[in-house]
């Protein structure tokens, strides 16, 4: 909860800060969870999670003039009930997208600055994503498979090469 205090108080609760992402389209955009429930009841019952929200816009046109805001649309959070007006693809979309976090924030801020060294000062001595697979060639009845962007180089699992 956040409390803002000046002449009045203000409460707000269920705050979250992160990444908004807009899913617009039309038919299979807009196709609702609830016309999906004998394919999805597994995850329909399974859906809860406090991370991922969805903004439903209602459907008003005006072809006149933009508009600074909208008339109506709340943030409602997902659960085996309000999974059911939620749009399948987004939802699926959301849910991905949410399983890809680490929990090892470290990690993140290591990948974010060895983007920033390789993409902002043009250092091509740093590695700052996995193996580019490059278009492969034909050599008789061999295939050759060329990867840029390895550091020092590839190798399996179990280090045999």
Same mark, same amino acid.
């Given at each position: 909860?956040? @409390? /803002?205090?000046?002449? +009045?108080?203000?409460?707000?609760? *269920? /705050?979250?800060?992160? *990444?908004?992402?807009?899913?617009?389209?039309?038919? +299979?955009? @807009?196709?609702?969870? %609830?016309?999906?429930?004998?394919?999805?009841? *597994?995850?329909?019952?399974?859906? @809860? %999670?406090?991370?991922?929200? $969805?903004?439903?816009?209602?459907?008003?046109? *005006?072809?006149?003039?933009?508009?600074?805001?909208?008339?109506?649309?709340?943030?409602?959070?997902?659960?085996?009930?309000? /999974?059911?007006?939620?749009?399948?693809?987004?939802?699926?979309?959301?849910?991905?997208? %949410?399983?890809?976090?680490? $929990? %090892?924030? =470290? =990690?993140?801020?290591?990948?974010?600055?060895?983007?920033?060294?390789?993409?902002?000062?043009?250092? !091509? !001595?740093?590695?700052?994503?996995?193996?580019?697979? =490059?278009?492969?060639? @034909?050599?008789? +009845?061999?295939? =050759?498979?060329?990867?840029?962007?390895?550091?020092?180089?590839?190798?399996?699992?179990?280090?045999? +090469?």
């Amino acid at each position: 909860m956040m @409390e /803002i205090v000046a002449g +009045n108080r203000i409460s707000l609760k *269920d /705050i979250l800060f992160g *990444d908004v992402w807009l899913c617009s389209g039309q038919s +299979n955009m @807009e196709y609702p969870m %609830n016309r999906l429930t004998d394919r999805y009841a *597994d995850v329909i019952v399974r859906c @809860e %999670n406090s991370k991922i929200w $969805q903004f439903k816009v209602s459907q008003v046109y *005006d072809f006149d003039a933009p508009k600074d805001d909208y008339s109506s649309g709340n943030w409602v959070a997902v659960t085996p009930k309000t /999974i059911l007006d939620y749009s399948v693809v987004a939802y699926f979309f959301a849910r991905d997208l %949410n399983d890809v976090h680490p $929990q %090892n924030k =470290e =990690e993140v801020g290591r990948r974010l600055s060895l983007a920033a060294e390789r993409l902002a000062y043009h250092d !091509k !001595k740093v590695v700052a994503s996995g193996p580019i697979y =490059e278009p492969m060639s @034909e050599k008789g +009845n061999k295939v =050759e498979l060329t990867f840029t962007n390895c550091g020092s180089g590839l190798a399996t699992k179990d280090g045999k +090469n």
